[in-house]
């Protein structure tokens, strides 16, 4: 789907497991030659490669994948594509031991369905930082912020064109309805607020839903800050009131305080829990 000038969203559907389906957007950038933020699981390729023939384009033309984190329905398709077309690979400097290492991802954080999703390493070629811009081509440029807290090294890109300006977020905000996933509550909260105040955004592109007008984004992203800040609360309350628990007794009281037990079930929604509570430790 076009969602401006020079970008498209593609949706890649995927299951984690037999019962579990999910989605993720990459996005397309048009040009002389042709970007990708994120690539989606493994297999994605094929979904890429027929969306860009409808448009008159070839997955050869691909230059550059910009990775806005590790995570497998991120990083599954960049391998193959980067056989495919040749392109370069560019991501955070903090995801580089998940990227590079698959197996070292699966063992630090498993999930059902991993090597369906991800079952080969990129190697980065470029490695970005706060403010790093890169110009594509005349007159458009990508420029990097670094936006931590839904991982280690989380990246954010923002597109300059003519006539357009978009912010590509990937994870950085909870989806509203969806499992809050992060690995460090402040961190996160901090990144929500620095992509709020970017100047200029026409477009605020997710991983995970429509492309948002700048208002839109703004009620969006206040409801994903909510969202850390109770879970932060709940979690604070019950280290005080439970502080002799072990952290699994913490973790379900947390659950049980907020009237959710997607802990219970969802090992990654349990680690969000988890990072607030050691925050608390470490106070």
Known sequence: MKICNQVHQIKIDFNIAKDIKRYVYAYLITGTSCYLIDSGVSGSEGIIKEYMAGLGRDIEEIKTIFLTHSHPDHIGGAAAIQELSGCQITAGRGERKWMEDVGCQFKERPIPGFNNLLNRSVAIDNFVSDDIVFSLEEGVTINALETPGHSAGSVSYVLQSPGSVVAFIGDVVPAPGDVPIFIEPQQSIDSIKKLI???????????????????????????????????????????????????????????????????????????????????????
């Open 197 to 283: 105040h970017l100047p200029k955004i026409q477009w605020y592109c997710p991983a995970w839903d429509k492309a948002y007008t700048a208002a839109e984004f703004s009620q969006s992203a206040g409801e994903g800050i909510s969202i850390i800040e109770k879970i932060t609360e709940a979690a604070e309350q019950i280290s005080r009131e439970y502080f002799d628990r072990g952290a699994e007794e913490q973790v379900a009281f947390v659950s049980q305080r907020l009237g959710v037990e997607q802990a219970k079930v969802n090992p990654l929604f349990k680690s969000s829990i988890l990072s607030c509570l050691q925050m608390n430790s470490r106070k």
